[in-house]
């Protein structure tokens, strides 16, 4: 089964930017619905943005304009630039691959990484 490693999580200010980078194992991620999502503590796990396999992108209103979710298919890579980051982005983020037509994760979660927003 596909696995995911998440990376580049960080502390930043308000304001400030980060890139998160997510690769996943194996074959077949071409064909893959991915999608980003993020747990602050003591909140559930929430959808934050989705890419289709042709790129069609998607995303929570809460990062709307902020955030802009891509992928490199011959890197098994999708990222998340997050830009004008705010307090309440704080959270764990993690990538998985989407049931198409969905927000349900289907493959196996890595560790996350960790995004903290602080001054």
């Known amino acids: 089964q596909v696995q995911f490693v998440e990376s580049g999580g960080g502390l930043v200010q308000p304001g400030g930017s980060l890139r998160l980078s997510c690769v996943a194992s194996g074959s077949g991620f071409s064909i893959y619905a991915m999608g980003w999502y993020r747990q602050a503590p003591g909140k559930q796990r929430e959808l934050v943005a989705t890419?289709?396999?042709?790129?069609?992108?998607t995303y929570a209103d809460s990062v709307k304009g902020r955030f802009t979710i891509s992928r490199d298919n011959a890197k098994n890579t999708v990222f998340l630039q997050m830009n004008s980051l705010k307090f309440e982005d704080t959270a764990v983020y993690y990538c998985n691959r989407i049931s198409v037509g969905t927000t349900l994760a289907i493959g196996v979660w890595g560790q996350g990484t960790q995004v903290t927003v602080s001054s």
């Open positions: 890419i289709s396999r042709s790129g069609f992108k």
